[in-house]
């Protein structure tokens, strides 16, 4: 106990949560309390404010922490060593979209935050270093307490992107068989698009190839850099750290996708997000950029490295007043799935509405066979050769509806080249008069970009179906239920060889 109290004390001395060291455990609960207090008027003022980020998921009954769903699928599994660095990563979740959603907030109500702490008694200094502050001493407690542990297990979880009210009320069991039909449907065409031989794929305006900026000169890194940049990442993601940020670019550089795209349209060119004088964003498309961030999985029993690449359009124009489908903003997002050598197994993509998911493996995967549901399966179009680590890939993409057409291994000579910049970036993005806003609203969807689906396939419990969404917030199927980024979602479908 006498540890205990002297972590609170420090932790209380360093972070400005109180004047002094913390002379009793009565004063330590108190201080405790003080920070749970301002937590609960850091959310509120946040709510108010419309600047929550839905990233990570809150974790009910332990404000400071929030979670993802490759951190949730270890709850059940942790000695007590490894609980310990799983909260220090919920720790760092949570630190992280409160200084995003900090940084959002308009003047007054960051001056909010500084009278809510000092209401709660707390000292008045810059509201991260409470968060930080407040976050080791609530950890703290709860790690020193079985109860609380066993209470955090079971409460970190991620909700669902499925509004179950919304199946009951559309009668899910009945009308998911059309809707499978649907879906069936769509995988034959998809299908048979990819059957084509490439040269017969229909090009509406000239093919331009966008191919990532060099780095430090260099175009490539060679097999042995490569691996031990995968090595470092993957010891980092096993552990729940952070990865190092320069290990991050390498390995985003490497593995950057050529985009060929069907450039017919204004709309079919890929930008950098900015937002306006007037204070909304938009895609300028005269600066290429790709989004990218490192993600980690859980497949064959070992923990994977991800590499996650999103290209903005500024939308996919409409054909007629009937077209449920487009509207503005649009994004394709493409993903390879790394061994421990930095080798790609597989990949897979969708469009950031979670629309479009398909699989694209190599020969060190077999499909598990497909069982007699009228759940949604891999949908496999393509398979790819085994890739080399330097090997760069080239996505075919069409003009309007930007449908990912075919995969091809190889380099070509590139029209434009693009910048890789942080995902993470698009949580805060600053404006000329300089306020800072996230690109996705509270509940992670991008304003402006719903599309008149959402009045036809809203009975399979998808928020939103059609519109732009955050990291973390893509559910994939509308017939079953599926995320991007669960984190068994490659052990449902496929095996290692």
């Known amino acids: 106990m006498g540890l205990r109290l002297a972590a609170l004390a420090l932790a209380a001395t360093v972070a400005g949560c109180a004047g002094l060291p913390v002379p009793s455990e009565t004063a330590g609960a108190d201080l405790e309390a003080r920070c749970e207090q301002w937590l609960a008027a850091f959310d509120s003022i946040v709510a108010a404010a419309g600047t929550g980020d839905a990233e990570s998921a809150r974790i009910p009954g332990f404000r400071y922490l929030r979670t993802d769903r490759f951190l949730a699928s270890h ?125 017969a794929l229909p090009l509406r305006g000239r093919l331009v190839a966008y191919a990532p900026a060099p780095r430090d000169g260099a175009e490539r890194l060679d097999a042995a850099l490569t691996a031990a940049t995968a090595s470092r990442i993957l010891r980092a993601g096993a552990g729940f750290q952070a990865p190092d940020q320069w290990d991050v670019e390498q390995l985003l550089a490497l593995h950057a996708p050529i985009f060929e795209i069907d450039e017919a349209l204004p709309a079919d060119r890929i930008g950098v997000i900015r937002r306006g004088a007037d204070g909304m964003p938009f895609v300028d498309t005269g600066h290429a950029v790709v989004y990218g961030r490192v993600a980690f999985t859980r497949f064959a029993g070992r923990v994977l490295p991800q590499v996650v690449y999103t290209a903005w359009f500024p939308g996919r124009p409409k054909t007629g007043a009937f077209d449920v489908l487009g509207g503005e903003w649009d994004a394709l997002v493409w993903r390879a799935t790394l061994d421990e050598a930095g080798r790609p197994l597989i990949f897979d993509t969708m469009h950031a509405c979670g629309c479009y998911h398909m699989f694209f493996p190599t020969p060190a995967v077999a499909e598990r066979p497909r069982p007699g549901s009228l759940d949604e399966w891999a949908l496999v179009p393509q398979r790819l050769p085994a890739m080399a680590p330097a090997a760069r890939v080239r996505l075919r993409v069409a003009s309007r509806t930007h449908y990912l057409e075919r995969v091809e291994v190889g380099e070509v000579a590139a029209e434009r080249r693009y910048v890789i910049s942080r995902e993470a970036d698009l949580r805060s993005l600053a404006a000329p008069d300089g306020t800072a806003r996230s690109l996705y609203g509270p509940d992670g969807i991008v304003p402006g970009s719903e599309r008149g689906e959402r009045y036809l396939f809203w009975p399979m419990g998808i928020r939103e179906p059609g519109a732009m969404r955050q990291w973390g917030r893509h559910a994939t199927a509308f017939v079953g239920r599926r995320h991007f980024d669960d984190a068994d979602v490659l052990d449902r479908y496929f095996v290692l060889r």
């Open 75 to 199: 709850r059940a599994e942790l000695d007590d060593g490894a609980l310990s660095a799983w909260t220090d990563a919920m720790v760092h979740l949570d630190r992280e979209a409160r200084d995003i959603e900090r940084r959002n907030l308009p003047p007054d109500a960051r001056d909010g935050l500084r009278a809510a702490a000092l209401r709660a008694g707390l000292m008045d200094v810059d509201a991260a270093v409470h968060v930080e502050g407040c976050g080791k001493i609530l950890r703290e407690r709860d790690l020193a307490d079985p109860a609380a542990r066993r209470r955090l297990r079971d409460a970190a979880v991620v909700p669902d992107d499925y509004e179950a009210w919304k199946r009951v009320v559309g009668l899910y069991a009945v009308t998911r068989v059309p809707f499978a039909m649907g879906v069936r449907s769509y995988e034959d065409g998809v299908h048979a698009a990819f059957a084509q031989p490439a040269e």
